[in-house]
Each structure stands twice: as structure tokens, then as C-alpha cells.
């Protein structure tokens, strides 16, 4: 191995290590948003609007390790009552974040993701595959096997409600910030003041996550146009899909991290932690300046939603 590439590997190890264990791994700023636009280009799903919510009788079938204080929660919906798939798909697109994976011991490599929920959230292949950490294209697989088996016995409320944990891993490998922890360049320029960088790098992504959230809450219609040009990625393996997005949405890391920077320069501070003002952002999201960062993640969620048409179309085989 080439001296440099030797280097590049142990500066990665050291700033993933550091970044990670000071950053809450997070995604797209609203899973219900992102699954609401899939859910539009399935319509096979309308077909799915009476399903009785069921108890959950799954824990001798699922051997997955969950944290000790996760308890499974009904949003607006009792046991026996009637909901529709999509809903369930909507609301519970999240249900992972709600610390389903935190506060676990899963890998000695978890410390590169920050612990068990990045751990199990994130997959990044860095340097030909010499440095791999994460496992979310696993646990995207693991839900919809869950889902096969839910949909055997007849149940389809936690056949969808599985269905909506394994979208939520897909959606994270579609975001870019979960495929690189920094820039090579600025990595190589910060290195000998890691705590700086840790700084600089968590306040660019936190940056993009809240601009990202505004733009789903009030700009919908950015998100809503890309529907048409939506392809479907076939997908005949789960794992190996999920794979594959994480690749495509790592292509825009770097890009997504200097316009994050461009639009708001108050986070080029390896100094202090900083959190956006509501109204920088507001300026920032009714600006011509802000359409190229816009336009790169209306580019990474179209990619994640062609992955997502897929999953639902595989989905559908094991429903009907």
C-alpha cells in the first residue's frame, strides 16, 4: 500500500472516531416526507386501506439485539382498530430514530460511527473498500425479511410497519452526509487540530439538516416536481441495493458540504458549535444563491426514491 493512501486510511480512522462520537447520526430532516413522495409513484398501496393494527408477537422470531428501554408504541391507532397501509408506512418511517438501536455493544467498530446508532444507520466504503464501517444496508434487509414473514401469516399491519423500518435505512443511505465524514482536502488541512474539525464538520452537517428540514416543511413543491422524473432501480436483493445508493449519494458529499458552506458562512467555525438562526435560513431558502444545494439534494432523493420504487415493487410480491 502507498505511503499516502497508509496515511489517508489512519487520518480517516482518527477523525471518524473523533466526528462521530460528537455528532447524533440523523438523515434527511423528515423521514414522513421522504416516504410521503415515495409512497405517491406506488399506488398499489391505496389498494391497502383497512388493515386492523395488530399487538407485536414477533420477539422469538426477531434475534436482533434492540436497546433494553425500547418500547413499542401505537401512534394514533389501539390495537384492533382499522389503518391505512400508508399511514403506517408514513408515521412509522421514523420508528428507528426513536432509540431502537441505541445504548448497544455491536462491534468494536462502532466507535467510528459514533456508537450502535450510527452504527447500524450509516454505511460508508472508503479506499477501494479498505475501511468499511456500518451496517444499514443489513438492518434494510433484516425488516424486509420481517416483512415476508408478517405478510405470510396474514398480518399486514407489521408487515407494513417493517416494511416502514427498512425504508428508513434506505433513506439514510441516500444522504449524503452518511457516506464521508469530511472533505479530503479539509481533512488534510485540519488534521493536526482534530477537535477543531470536529467543530467545523458537525456544524456543516447540522447546517444541512436544517435547511433541509425547512425545505420540507415550506418548499415542498421542490420535492413534489421531481416525481415524474422518478426511474424504478429493480431491486432482487435488498442488501446489495442498499449498497449501491450509498455509493451513488456519496458522489455528492463533497459538493453538498461546499455549498452548505457557500449559503451560510457562520458555519465555517472550528471554533464553537454554531446553530442557524430561523431566519438566516428563511433568506437563505428564498434565494437564488440556494438553488444549486437545493437542486443537489432534489438529485440525491431522486436517486433514493428511484431505490425506494424498487423496494415497493419487491414489496408488493411478497403482500399479494
Do not use: C
Not at 55 to 60: F, K, L, Q, V
Not at 72 to 94: N, P
Not at 113 to 135: D, E, I, P
Not at 275 to 300: F, V, Y
Amino acid at each position: 500500500m502507498k505511503f499516502k493512501k497508509k496515511i489517508s486510511i489512519f487520518s480517516l480512522l482518527i477523525l471518524s472516531v473523533l466526528i462521530f462520537s460528537s455528532v447524533n447520526v440523523f438523515s434527511w430532516n423528515s423521514h414522513y416526507f421522504y416516504t410521503e413522495l415515495a409512497i405517491k409513484n406506488n399506488d398499489w398501496i391505496k389498494n391497502f386501506a383497512d388493515i386492523e393494527v395488530t399487538p407485536y408477537t414477533y420477539r422469538g422470531i426477531d434475534q436482533s439485539e434492540y436497546n433494553s428501554d425500547f418500547v413499542i408504541k401505537y401512534v394514533d391507532e389501539e390495537i384492533g382498530g382499522k389503518v391505512k397501509a400508508s399511514d403506517i408506512l408514513i408515521k412509522y418511517s421514523d420508528e428507528p430514530d426513536r432509540d431502537l438501536d441505541t445504548n448497544l455493544e455491536l462491534d468494536k467498530i462502532q466507535a467510528l460511527t459514533g456508537g450502535s446508532q450510527g452504527y447500524r444507520h450509516m454505511y460508508f466504503s472508503v479506499f477501494g473498500g479498505l475501511l468499511k464501517a456500518g451496517v444499514a444496508h443489513q438492518r434494510a434487509n433484516h425488516f424486509f425479511e420481517m416483512a415476508k414473514i408478517a405478510f405470510k401469516k396474514g398480518d399486514y399491519y407489521w408487515g407494513f410497519r417493517f416494511a416502514a423500518r427498512a425504508i428508513h435505512y434506505l433513506e439514510d443511505l441516500s444522504q449524503p452526509y452518511h457516506t464521508y465524514p469530511a472533505p479530503l482536502d479539509v481533512l488534510f488541512k485540519k488534521f493536526f487540530n482534530v477537535k477543531k474539525l470536529t467543530v467545523l464538520v458537525t456544524n456543516a452537517h447540522y447546517g444541512y439538516e436544517d435547511f433541509n428540514g425547512y425545505l420540507f416543511e415550506h418548499k415542498k413543491d421542490e420535492f413534489y416536481n421531481i416525481l415524474p422524473k422518478v426511474k424504478m432501480v429493480k431491486i432482487d436483493e435488498v442488501e446489495k441495493a442498499a449498497i449501491e445508493l450509498s455509493k451513488e449519494a456519496r458522489k455528492d458529499f463533497t459538493l453538498s458540504y461546499r455549498e452548505t458552506m457557500k449559503l451560510f458562512p457562520i458555519l465555517d467555525n472550528h471554533e464553537k458549535f454554531i446553530t442557524l438562526e430561523e431566519q438566516e435560513i428563511i433568506r437563505m431558502a428564498n434565494s437564488k444563491e440556494s438553488q444549486k444545494l437545493i437542486e443537489l439534494m432534489k438529485k440525491d432523493m431522486l436517486v433514493g426514491l428511484g431505490y425506494l420504487n424498487g423496494f415497493f415493487d419487491f414489496l408488493k410480491e411478497s403482500v399479494e
